[in-house]
């Protein structure tokens, strides 16, 4: 059973860091592109930033040289580590495993960026 379990959610101030986890069971995440995407309310889920299996990592422009995506092997898990976060960076930031055949959603962890 696939499962891609994120954490590392919560409430932080415009200009604080989190970093977000997803670990991954049942799939290698180095074989597969290994992406976050987010949805705020009202609005439709958009890529985030994305790492594919040959390393080849992109972002959305407007998370560029804030966001930093990252992998350790070892433990099968990928990172998004998310500085200087701003209030419309608020959303439910979702992970995603997908190999061209195969698709896989986490259960999503809540982001909120509030003073």
């Known amino acids: 059973q696939v499962q891609l379990v994120e954490s590392g959610g919560g409430l932080v101030q415009p200009g604080g860091s989190l970093r977000l986890s997803c670990a991954a069971s049942g799939i290698s995440a180095s074989v597969y592109t290994m992406g976050w995407y987010r949805q705020a309310p009202g609005k439709q889920r958009e890529l985030v930033g994305a790492?594919?299996?040959?390393?080849?990592?992109t972002y959305a422009d407007s998370v560029k040289g804030r966001f930093t995506i990252a992998r350790d092997s070892a433990k099968n898990t990928v990172y998004l580590q998310m500085n200087s976060l701003k209030p419309e960076d608020t959303a439910v930031y979702y992970c995603?495993?997908?190999?061209?055949?195969?698709?896989?959603w986490g259960q999503g962890t809540q982001v909120t960026v509030s003073s």
């Open positions: 790492r594919t299996r040959r390393g080849i990592i």
């Open positions: 995603n495993a997908n190999n061209g055949i195969s698709d896989y």
